[in-house]
T-cell receptor, first 115, second 114 residues
Framework: DSGVTQTPKHLITATGQRVTLRCSPRSGDLSVYWYQQSLDQGLQFLIQ???????AKGNILERFSAQQFPDLHSELNLSSLELGDSALYFC??????????????FGPGTRLTVL | AQSVTQPDIHITVSEGASLELRCNYSYGATPYLFWYVQSPGQGLQLLLKYFSGDTLVQGIKGFEAEFKRSQSSFNLRKPSVHWSDAAEYFCAVVPSGGYNKLIFGAGTRLAVHP
């Protein structure tokens, strides 16, 4: 158990809908990361937050957004969902995320299925 | 282009045999290097990491990895594989001097025969 929790574990929804994925980091970690794992794209970095502020952005679609709240939990919002958004979404956390290779601990993931 | 390459998509070994999973990276400066393992239906677990210093790194579950600067490689090894090692293994890098985002290879799926 990494100490990172994600809810829900599974999510099934329809095209065009909007969903919210939630992540609670390990106790003491200030940085949260979101990754997407799909069959065609592999594991891709989406976005990083540090202590409530966006720190780095990857290949995140404009339909996707995230935020980190004062209690340090994070939410990833996916809107206008398409079939291709079906994937496993991971959250990870680290102590500071300052670009020094700070170890990231991964949650169990949320499997999103868009029908 | 900057990339992480895991040349082997699938590998099958017999239980008790030795294992080597290959990883090559293409970055100007030596990045921070990681190996993660993903068991079916599970998240990613860190096996080991290399930042600097001794080029042979010991990790959990009996795994080790060797960093070779001249070959831009960071291969993962285990002397004797157990059936429970069947999983998918990912090599990842954090480019030095940048943000802490992990860039993953495509992964190697390991099957273990009894």
């Amino acid at each position: 158990d990494s100490g990172v929790t994600q809810t829900p574990k599974h999510l099934i929804t329809a095209t065009g809908q909007r969903v919210t994925l939630r992540c609670s980091p390990r106790s003491g970690d200030l940085s949260v990361y979101w990754y997407q794992q799909s069959l065609d794209q592999g594991l891709q970095f989406l976005i990083q937050y540090y202590n409530g502020e966006e720190r780095a952005k990857g290949n995140i679609l404009e339909r996707f957004s995230a935020q980190q709240f004062p209690d340090l939990h994070s939410e990833l919002n996916l809107s206008s969902l398409e079939l291709g958004d079906s994937a496993l979404y991971f959250c990870a956390s680290s102590l500071d995320g300052a670009g020094n290779g700070d170890t990231q601990y991964f949650g169990p993931g949320t499997r999103l299925t868009v029908l | 282009a900057q990339s992480v390459t895991q040349p082997d998509i699938h590998i099958t070994v017999s239980e008790g045999a030795s294992l080597e999973l290959r990883c090559n990276y293409s970055y100007g400066a030596t990045p921070y290097l990681f190996w993660y393992v993903q068991s079916p239906g599970q998240g990613l677990q860190l096996l080991l990491k290399y930042f600097s210093g001794d080029t042979l790194v010991q990790g959990i579950k009996g795994f080790e990895a060797e960093f070779k600067r001249s070959q831009s490689s960071f291969n993962l090894r285990k002397p004797s594989v157990h059936w429970s090692d069947a999983a998918e293994y990912f090599c990842a890098v954090v480019p030095s001097g940048g943000y802490n985002k992990l860039i993953f290879g495509a992964g190697t799926r390991l099957a273990v025969h009894p």
